[in-house]
Every structure is written in C-alpha cells, then in structure tokens.
C-alpha cells in the first residue's frame, strides 16, 4: 500500500493508519500535541505545591480550565508550555469559559507555566493571578477560528511564583 497510507513497519506489514506528509507544525492539532507534552513532563517532575503528593492530568483531555489534578489533596491547576525561557506574556485559551468561572464569583486559576529550552527547564507556579494580569481579545478576520475570544496572562514578571522545577544550563 502506498500513497496516502503509511509504509510498511518493522514486520513488514503497512499501517491502515493515514500517514501525513507535511511537517508536524503544519498538521491541525499541532500545538495541543506539544501542550499535552507538556502537560505530561510537568507531571513527571513536579509534585503538589501544597502537600507535596503525585500530580496527574485529567483522562478528559479539554478539560476546561485545568489541566492537573493532585491525587491526595484536590489542588487543580492549568498548565502552559510556551517555548524558551521563561516570558512575561504566556497565551492561555477560550476566554468565554474563564469569564463564566470568573462570572461565578471564583478566583483566576492557578497557572503552571513549564518553560523549556535547548539547555535548561523551569516550572513555575503562579497561585494567585489577579484578574488585571488577564488580557482578553478576539481572534483576527483571517485566523482559522476568526472573531473567537481568546485570553492571555500578562505582566508575569511583577506576579510572585513559585519554582516548582528546575534544570540549570
């Protein structure tokens, strides 16, 4: 088989499976690919800032606003992986469903922002995010999802942190 389907593997045997030619970066879901990444490797090395036990994601994965879980006391966060070093602007997600949880009377939730580059790694946690540091806007006339409302976290570098995690150059 040929053409659309993946080539043959190791035994032999071609995968039914639809095999892409263009670079991961140009595939849809690209980008919720290297968050779940993310999202796995800040579980693996950081544990709960508030009791210390194990993180684990949820099995869901669009679960709105958090992304972990604490398996001994309930804390929950969002997590972010931008790429470098650590940024003052992280870009968070649908801002329709933060403004209903804000609507309802709850605080800004608390924010993991795995930073990786070529030679070092950080996991800060952000705990208390005032609703200032939230930057609402829509999405451009000429994005896939024009007009939808998105958000980001500004101004992280006045906002006290927490390391979590960290691999030095």
């Known amino acids: 088989m040929s053409g659309k389907y993946r080539p043959a593997n190791d035994a032999g045997l071609a995968s039914m499976e639809q095999f892409d030619r263009r670079p991961g970066w ?17 579980v693996k090395k950081a544990a709960c800032p508030d009791c ?11 679960m709105p606003l958090f992304d ?50 070529e030679t070092g790694q950080q996991i800060r946690l952000y705990k208390d995010i005032p ?7 829509k999405l451009s006339p000429n994005h896939r999802y024009a007009g939808y409302g998105v958000f980001a976290y500004v101004r992280l570098d006045q906002l006290p942190y927490t390391t979590l995690y960290a691999k030095s150059d």
């Open 26 to 42: 140009m595939l849809r879901g690209h980008l919720q690919r290297k968050g779940r990444e993310g999202e796995e490797d800040t």
């Open 52 to 62: 210390g036990g194990k993180l684990m994601l949820f099995e869901k994965r669009n």
């Open 68 to 117: 972990t879980k604490c398996t001994n006391c309930g804390f929950m966060a969002q997590i972010k992986t931008p790429e470098g070093r650590p940024k003052t602007r992280v870009n968070g997600a649908g801002y329709g469903v933060l403004r209903k949880w804000l609507d309802a009377g709850n605080p800004v939730p608390p924010l993991i922002v795995n930073s990786r580059w």
């Open 131 to 137: 609703e200032s540091h939230i930057k609402p806007r």
